[in-house]
């Protein structure tokens, strides 16, 4: 009979949609049962169970576990009180497992324990574009796989508190994708950018990144980000902040006339003169924008008609030096003040203090990117994508670690709008992003992207959710706060990767991604294990309790709290807190006094014998 099946666990009371009540038997009091050899446990919420239907197989989720209190007038031989609610989401024919189901049980049919070889139907991924990523909780020899193209076309999420192995997660993610084992495919053209808000993934990561830095160390490229590639009223909010109209149109106009300027020299192919607009990524010296603004606004003359200007000394873009001139004269008599200045001083001091400001070289000197007087320059936007988008190594990192705090918002914004357009615009060539996805991921999401924000990072983010699969550009959201992460980029998001969670809000805003009937299976977030998580969405087939694989210890992020007892034990010793102030001032956690030029090199055996050295 099927009730003496050791896996039988019980019979269906009621049938209600796809959800079902099953009454466990007597046979399962101790909530445990031997398995070949194996011990499973029963009524564990998330766990599977087995409906017999003839030839086909439903399963379901365990979604709630309850008892009831039995009166003395029932059998308790047939009733032990106990039951399980479970949410039925497949069902398998002939070995082949399939989600949703094509028909409903029956009351009094019986209920299995699903077993190690009934999880392998549900979990063994079959065909091309599957990658491991861990092992399931509640099997360990069974792998956790995810589905790539859901993962890059449907967006996903790794959610959870500090502490719970987020960085770690990513991390291996990435490595399962671009590297491989024995069950993996082989992924040499992936593209993945990974925008590092601390600086964690450098070493992790190395391997497969190209690794760009505001303030690169060994083997790290410097990151520049052309000012002139931004909108311009990007552009002006990054530098100066909100400008009344007339003092924007002074801004936007100058500009205007200098990217003409640069396309009668330069002659960029594609641009035709008359089809120029303020934000055509074409290259202006930003120098001279503020030099001819500040002349205009400073320029005095020396007759009432205004014809002859009172220049005591020129000045120089190149130096940001201001042209001097004499000062106006009191009532009719001369110098004569310029009546079509707008005002704009203060702005343009602002200006200058930013350009002046050794924290945003990387933006306002972009190195080869950085345009003379004419606008032209050692390098165009085509060596900057291909450095970020066409690299020798599938990953690409921008660690913006070193990015003052007051821009980081607006220059992600920034950042990812220039990556967006240039795939939007190039969809139709192998280089764009239909032909070559690109996934991107977003470290620390809540920092940038809040209900509240309204900039631009906020702004092109969630035109990536609403249409980037379209154009073949992928999000992952990485944040330890869901409940503070834009709500619909968060609904955008078809995979979640759900790791310990133990804020109320958080969670109810990562259960409200899930069916009613499923919900339940998130209860367990503040008890999962660091580096355990539920994944839920399309990459996923089901939703799966699973161990991450972690990477080894040399490719682990450098996210790992301070060792405070190691490092409270050492003994005192000389400090100069005369570095820290050096630190502080230069805004650089590297800054030295003299730089020692010291080359860097990997150390191997052959080496360590050629210096007579012992690496013991």
Same mark, same amino acid.
């Given at each position: 009979?099927?009730?003496?099946?050791?896996?039988? /666990?019980?019979?269906?009371?009621?049938?209600?949609?796809?959800?079902?009540?099953?009454?466990?038997?007597?046979?399962?009091?101790?909530?445990?049962?031997?398995?070949? !050899?194996?011990?499973? =446990?029963?009524?564990?919420?998330?766990?599977?169970?087995?409906?017999?239907?003839?030839?086909?197989?439903?399963?379901?989720?365990?979604?709630?576990?309850?008892?009831?209190?039995?009166?003395?007038?029932?059998?308790?031989?047939?009733?032990?009180?106990?039951?399980?609610?479970?949410?039925?989401?497949?069902?398998?024919?002939?070995?082949?497992?399939?989600?949703?189901?094509?028909?409903?049980?029956?009351?009094?049919?019986?209920?299995?324990?699903?077993?190690?070889?009934?999880?392998?139907?549900?979990?063994?991924?079959?065909?091309?574009?599957?990658?491991?990523?861990?092992?399931?909780?509640?099997? *360990?020899?069974?792998?956790?796989?995810?589905?790539?193209? *859901?993962?890059?076309?449907?967006?996903?999420?790794?959610?959870?508190?500090?502490?719970?192995?987020?960085?770690?997660?990513?991390?291996?993610?990435?490595?399962?994708?671009?590297?491989?084992?024995?069950?993996?495919? &082989?992924?040499?053209?992936?593209?993945?950018?990974?925008?590092?808000?601390?600086?964690?993934?450098?070493?992790?990561?190395?391997? &497969?990144?190209?690794?760009?830095?505001?303030?690169?160390?060994?083997?790290?490229?410097?990151?520049?980000?052309?000012?002139?590639?931004?909108?311009?009223?990007?552009?002006?909010?990054?530098?100066?902040?909100?400008?009344?109209?007339?003092?924007?149109?002074?801004?936007?106009?100058?500009?205007?006339?200098?990217?003409?300027?640069?396309?009668?020299?330069?002659?960029?192919?594609?641009?035709?003169?008359?089809?120029?607009?303020?934000?055509?990524?074409?290259?202006?010296?930003?120098?001279?924008?503020?030099?001819?603004?500040?002349?205009?606004?400073?320029?005095?003359?020396?007759?009432?008609?205004?014809?002859?200007?009172?220049?005591?000394?020129?000045?120089?873009?190149?130096?940001?030096?201001?042209?001097?001139?004499?000062?106006?004269?009191?009532?009719?008599?001369?110098?004569?003040?310029?009546?079509?200045?707008?005002?704009?001083?203060?702005?343009?001091?602002?200006?200058?203090?930013?350009?002046?400001?050794?924290?945003?070289?990387?933006?306002?000197?972009?190195?080869?990117?950085?345009?003379?007087?004419?606008?032209?320059?050692? *390098?165009?936007?085509?060596?900057?994508?291909?450095?970020?988008? !066409?690299?020798?190594?599938?990953?690409?990192?921008?660690?913006?670690?070193?990015?003052?705090?007051?821009?980081?918002?607006?220059?992600?914004?920034?950042?990812?709008?220039?990556?967006?357009?240039?795939?939007?615009?190039?969809?139709?060539?192998?280089?764009?992003?239909?032909?070559?996805?690109?996934?991107?991921?977003?470290?620390?999401?809540?920092?940038?992207?809040?209900?509240?924000?309204?900039?631009?990072?906020?702004?092109?983010?969630?035109?990536?959710?609403?249409?980037?699969? =379209?154009?073949?550009?992928?999000?992952? &959201?990485?944040?330890?706060?869901?409940?503070?992460?834009?709500?619909?980029?968060?609904?955008?998001?078809?995979?979640?990767?759900?790791?310990?969670?133990?804020?109320?809000?958080?969670?109810?805003?990562?259960?409200?991604?899930?069916?009613?009937?499923?919900? !339940?299976?998130?209860?367990?977030?503040?008890?999962?294990?660091?580096?355990?998580?539920?994944?839920?969405?399309?990459?996923?087939?089901?939703?799966?309790?699973?161990?991450?694989?972690?990477?080894? *210890?040399?490719?682990?992020?450098?996210?790992?709290?301070?060792?405070? &007892?190691?490092?409270?034990?050492?003994?005192?010793?000389?400090?100069?807190?005369?570095?820290?102030?050096?630190?502080?001032?230069?805004?650089?956690?590297?800054?030295?006094?003299?730089?020692?030029? /010291?080359?860097?090199?990997?150390?191997?055996?052959?080496?360590?014998?050629?210096?007579?050295?012992?690496?013991?």
């Amino acid at each position: 009979m099927l009730s003496r099946d050791p896996t039988y /666990i019980g019979e269906i009371v009621s049938v209600s949609g796809s959800a079902v009540r099953v009454s466990l038997a007597q046979s399962v009091g101790s909530g445990v049962s031997i398995i070949s !050899g194996r011990a499973y =446990k029963i009524g564990q919420v998330g766990s599977f169970i087995r409906v017999p239907q003839g030839y086909q197989d439903l399963f379901g989720i365990v979604s709630e576990v309850g008892a009831n209190a039995v009166s003395d007038d029932v059998d308790q031989l047939s009733d032990t009180g106990r039951w399980m609610n479970v949410e039925l989401v497949g069902e398998s024919t002939g070995g082949t497992f399939e989600r949703g189901i094509s028909q409903y049980p029956n009351i009094g049919d019986f209920a299995h324990l699903a077993v190690e070889k009934d999880l392998w139907k549900i979990y063994s991924a079959g065909g091309r574009g599957h990658v491991t990523i861990g092992t399931l909780s509640s099997s *360990e020899s069974i792998p956790a796989r995810i589905s790539l193209n *859901e993962l890059l076309t449907r967006h996903s999420a790794v959610l959870g508190s500090t502490g719970s192995g987020k960085s770690t997660m990513v991390a291996g993610l990435i490595r399962a994708i671009t590297t491989n084992d024995e069950t993996d495919d &082989v992924y040499p053209n992936a593209r993945i950018i990974l925008l590092d808000i601390h600086g964690e993934y450098s070493d992790a990561l190395a391997d &497969v990144a190209q690794i760009f830095s505001i303030e690169p160390q060994a083997n790290e490229r410097s990151l520049y980000i052309p000012y002139w590639a931004l909108d311009s009223n990007e552009l002006m909010d990054l530098l100066i902040g909100e400008l009344v109209e007339n003092h924007e149109i002074a801004f936007t106009d100058k500009i205007f006339d200098l990217k003409s300027i640069s396309q009668e020299t330069n002659e960029f192919p594609g641009v035709e003169l008359d089809s120029i607009t303020v934000d055509t990524p074409i290259p202006f010296s930003l120098k001279q924008l503020w030099f001819d603004l500040v002349d205009f606004e400073l320029k005095t003359f020396t007759t009432s008609d205004r014809d002859e200007i009172a220049l005591q000394r020129r000045g120089d873009p190149d130096s940001m030096t201001a042209p001097v001139y004499s000062p106006a004269g009191m009532g009719s008599s001369g110098p004569f003040l310029n009546q079509n200045a707008v005002g704009i001083r203060r702005q343009l001091n602002l200006l200058r203090s930013r350009m002046l400001d050794s924290r945003y070289d990387f933006l306002l000197h972009p190195g080869p990117w950085e345009p003379d007087a004419n606008g032209t320059t050692d *390098e165009d936007l085509d060596g900057l994508l291909r450095d970020w988008l !066409g690299g020798s190594k599938p990953v690409t990192i921008l660690n913006l670690s070193g990015v003052p705090a007051g821009v980081l918002e607006r220059l992600i914004g920034s950042l990812l709008k220039i990556i967006y357009d240039a795939l939007f615009w190039s969809r139709a060539k192998s280089e764009g992003g239909y032909w070559r996805p690109l996934l991107t991921v977003m470290e620390e999401a809540h920092r940038y992207l809040s209900d509240n924000s309204n900039g631009a990072a906020s702004d092109v983010i969630q035109r990536i959710a609403k249409e980037g699969r =379209k154009y073949g550009v992928g999000a992952m &959201v990485v944040s330890q706060r869901p409940s503070e992460v834009n709500e619909t980029v968060l609904s955008q998001c078809g995979t979640f990767f759900n790791l310990r969670l133990s804020n109320p809000a958080d969670r109810s805003r990562v259960q409200g991604t899930l069916p009613d009937g499923l919900t !339940g299976i998130l209860d367990a977030l503040p008890t999962l294990r660091t580096g355990e998580a539920i994944v839920t969405g399309e990459a996923a087939k089901l939703p799966m309790r699973c161990r991450i694989t972690l990477p080894p *210890e040399r490719h682990r992020p450098q996210s790992q709290d301070p060792n405070v &007892v190691a490092n409270w034990a050492i003994p005192m010793r000389e400090e100069g807190y005369d570095r820290v102030v050096l630190s502080w001032r230069a805004q650089s956690p590297y800054a030295v006094v003299e730089d020692l030029d /010291i080359e860097l090199m990997p150390v191997d055996d052959d080496t360590m014998e050629e210096l007579g050295g012992d690496r013991e």
